[in-house]
């Protein structure tokens, strides 16, 4: 049985936990709270299983996963069915790449450590920090909101009508997005592929709120 | 005929030009200065390439490929061999989580467009940048020694003997991490992979100074 060390608010742990459901893998959860005594995720414990102290952490017997594409892609290739990535190559990559838009450049920028980082290190204030979210939400919103309007597989889902790593990666950073009250009005392609997704069985059984 | 649009500085850039090296594959260099005429890379010839405005692109015929990562597997899937990826499932798994650590969780944060941010519009000093660079840096590069210290599979490359895709986004990293001054000390596996790695002729050739 596979172990998911996850948060329930962490986009990357729901993206995984997104994939696990998609693919209809059973798993246990075990939960690593990311803001009580100091932040769980860096306690001694969690840092033997992901030296850099950031969930989601796959177990499976002796191994260890971290990241959550790394993870994603590895669950994909052990369980093809469904595919979380088109079958021709060009697609491949234009998945991987709207996949990696959400978690490289715009994710890593807003996440809790940097959230922390500028404010309680640097005294930026609240104002600030929900400006610095928005530029980033913004600029790769934009850019995704772009591609999809513009590449002809953009169907109910980003590719197609079917999930693929792109959606699971659009899902947690809109969800994210609302969270922080940015306007999302400019993006109707991703407002409905998240509209959509969200009300997939898969998708809303691995959402913060279930 | 591949062109790839480039900046020599840019590490996401050095990470396609090592992988096409590697592969063996021909292509055309179109340069795009990230600081010239306001950043070229923001001038609207270059937005419809990539509406992101950042390097590197990938352009085969009429699809344009963005991020690199995605590219990289692109070139994976096309010319197997040799491959920059592990044969075995958790191998893989290995070899992406630590080609993301750098490309999500360390490159975003320190970046021309996050510097210009925090420098250009928040006001932050030379100084407060570097001590910024470093946090990342010294936060991924820990957690990178760790893995490598401890998994049976580091060799010369971080897997085995022969580059793999962390190769391709270490190499980048740890250079720009030179740039910067960084105090690299603490990562002896680190600076051992980067010097073994920058000796061999396809790292050489897709060096920012080649």
């Given amino acids: ?4 060390y996850t948060y329930f608010r962490s986009s990357a742990a729901y993206r995984v936990r997104i ?4 693919k209809g893998i059973e798993y246990h959860s075990q939960f690593v709270h990311l ?6 995720q860096r ?3 969690y840092l033997k299983l992901n030296p850099q102290g950031l969930v989601p952490a796959l177990v499976e017997g002796e191994t260890v996963m971290t990241q959550s594409l790394a993870i994603i892609e590895y669950l994909d290739e052990l369980y093809p069915h469904p595919p ?3 079958a021709d190559l ?3 990559a234009y998945v991987r790449s709207l996949a990696q838009l959400v978690a490289c450049d715009i994710h890593p920028l807003n996440n809790l450590r940097v959230r922390q980082y500028l404010i309680d290190q640097w005294g930026h204030s609240e104002a600030q920090w929900q400006e610095w979210y928005q530029q980033w939400i913004q600029e790769g919103f934009s850019a995704l909101e772009t591609h999809l309007a513009t590449h002809p597989a953009t169907g109910l889902c980003c590719y197609g009508h079917s999930p693929t790593m792109a ?4 899902v947690p950073q809109v969800y994210n997005a609302r ?7 400019p993006y109707p392609r991703l407002n409905d592929i998240y509209r959509h997704c969200t009300a997939l069985e898969h998708f809303r059984q691995a959402s913060p709120e279930y």
Same sequence: chains 1, 2.
Avoid: W, Y
């Avoid at 959606?167 to 659009?170: F, H, Q, T, V």
């Fill in 1 to 4: 049985m596979l172990t998911l």
């Fill in 19 to 22: 994939a696990l459901n998609l």
């Fill in 35 to 40: 803001l009580r005594h100091g932040g769980e």
């Fill in 43 to 45: 306690q001694p414990a």
């Fill in 84 to 86: 979380v990535l088109p």
């Fill in 90 to 92: 060009k697609g491949r």
């Fill in 167 to 170: 959606d699971i990666c659009l």
């Fill in 179 to 185: 969270r922080f009250d940015c306007d999302l009005s």
